[in-house]
């Protein structure tokens, strides 16, 4: 009975020791870990110029700004819209009393087809596509065996007289007139000829124009003479009817 009460006795007094024994080590602990954090904190302090330089790539925003993205996409209302990279050629200074360039002459060649209404129409190789007047217009057609229209420019036959057809005096004449208005735009048509001044005929620059036109050195008008369907032109005078 005795014994069994001492042992009692005892183990709560063993129980009381351990508590306290176990707070004691829970408080260092505590006071250690504090410790730490504030030495922790002394240090960050006294290095924080050097953690900042570290620390400061991984805070870093990569993204653009949405506002700087707009502007940069908006132009400059006074930027030129030259290419980027592209220098501009520099203008020379005009030198005072500089003397002018030249001004091209731009009067056309003599030859050229396309000479318009008041030009002296004449030279070589000319060539077009003739059809009768009335149907293309007054220009590259025929209108009788001795009148022709080419490049707006109204062309009779110098060297020869044609019959009429509008104003003939007899079916005859009528009839010989349409003949040589017909071989007049086969002649032609038949390849390039030439537009040349008769002889002691005065140079005439207009709508309407007097020329001899030949090939290889022949009148298309002497041609028509010999056919039968013109006249010299000295001999104008000479009727068509019988």
């Known amino acids: ?30 006071w250690i870990v504090i410790l730490a954090l504030v030495a922790g904190g002394i240090a960050l302090y006294d290095n924080r110029q050097t953690v900042m330089k570290q620390v400061a790539p991984l805070l870093k925003d990569d993204r653009p700004s949405v506002a700087r993205t707009e502007r940069k996409a908006e132009p400059h209302p006074e930027k030129s819209a030259a290419p980027v990279g592209v220098a501009k050629a520099p203008v020379p200074p005009v030198a005072v009393g500089a003397a002018k360039a030249p001004v091209p002459d731009a009067k056309p060649a003599a030859a050229s087809a396309s000479a318009g209404a008041g030009t002296a129409l004449m030279g070589e190789d000319f060539k077009g596509r003739f059809y009768f007047c ?10 009788d065996g001795d009148t022709f229209w080419f490049s707006k420019t109204r062309i009779t036959l110098a060297d020869i007289s044609a019959p009429a057809t509008d104003k003939a005096v007899c079916q005859q004449e009528r009839d010989r ?13 038949a390849g390039k000829f030439d537009i040349e001044v008769l002889k002691g005929q005065p140079l005439q620059a207009g709508s309407s124009v007097m020329r001899v036109v030949t090939r290889d050195g022949r009148s298309l008008g002497s041609i028509l003479v010999s056919e039968g369907l013109a006249k010299p032109r000295l001999a104008a005078n000479q009727s068509w009817c019988p």
């Open 1 to 30: 009975m005795s014994s069994r009460t001492a042992s009692s006795r005892r183990a709560p007094a063993k129980r009381r020791k351990s508590s306290r024994s176990s707070s004691a080590g829970q408080g260092v602990t505590q």
């Open 134 to 143: 009335g149907t293309s217009g007054l220009d590259n057609c025929v209108a």
């Open 177 to 189: 007139g349409f003949a040589a208005k017909v071989r007049l735009r086969d002649l032609l048509n």
